[in-house]
């Protein structure tokens, strides 16, 4: 059926997006001079449930990470922080593009016709966040330790476009919801050895702004250094989003969770 493939697209439409990930080495770094880092990073989340509406209809999602990544065209994510003593400079941007075109065929017979639709999906938004690091130390190993809290705008990008064309019309469905929401979040941060460290967060944006009710996510991530400037990070992450507006064609809404594995390379840039 056209309607379920076309919303199974839409179900990958928060792949690779939400929270940033974890185990920032710029936090554990001794407060003085800037400490700056650039991270690249994905998200592959092995499970998407929840219920997405484009023109007042709902449909059930439930996929795994191949039937997302079958439907991926492009996604990147890159996150920037500067730190000068206990106060630091958060920037995170992401960006997911997906498409996928289905076809069916209504009635039978010589009352047969051809059904064409296509779906384009973009999901993107840019974080601006202050934080302070009201926590540092080491402990009886010696080894650093830091915890700090983050708040901030975010601005979002959610489009899901449904395009169908038949024998006699063609309809366009959906659309693009563009809004800027706050942001909090929390982390602490624990120096393994030389090599490794470990972090764990979580953040929180919504609070019912733009029709976001609330959209939060939660990590755990172990950072591994293989050279001065150089690290990569991997853990794991649950994230969870409930948007809802109103379009002139019905409801538009995006309702959501997903959790899965993260990855990402980190330099730094002092």
Known sequence: MVRRSLFCALAASTLLAGGAASAEPAILRPAGDWQMDVTWWLFSPISTTGTS?????????????QDALELLDFASSLRFE???????????????????????????????????AEVEAVQSWISLLAAYR?????????????????????YNNLTQDVDIE?????????????????????RGAWELDDDWSFAAGADFSGFGAGGNDLA??????????F?????????????????ESEKSDGTFGWDVEQHGPFFGVTFALN
Request: charged share 20%; no cysteine.
């Open 134 to 154: 009201f926590a540092k130390g080491t402990n009886a190993r010696g080894k650093a330790y830091a915890f700090d809290v983050q708040a901030g705008a975010r």
């Open 227 to 243: 050279s001065e400037s150089g690290s990569v990070k991997f853990g794991y992450r649950y994230y969870s989003i409930d948007f």
């Open 82 to 116: 500067a730190w000068r003593g206990d106060f630091g400079l958060i920037v995170d941007a992401n960006y997911l593009g997906i498409s996928e075109e289905g076809s069916t065929t209504l009635g039978g017979g010589p009352f047969a016709r051809d059904l064409d």
């Open 166 to 186: 038949g024998p006699f019309r063609s309809v366009s469905l959906g659309g693009s919801e563009h809004w800027w929401e706050p942001v909090i979040g929390a």
């Open 216 to 225: 939060w996510s939660a990590t755990a991530a172990f950072d591994w250094s």
């Open 53 to 65: 509406t484009v023109a007042g209809q709902p449909a059930d999602l439930d996929l795994d990470l």
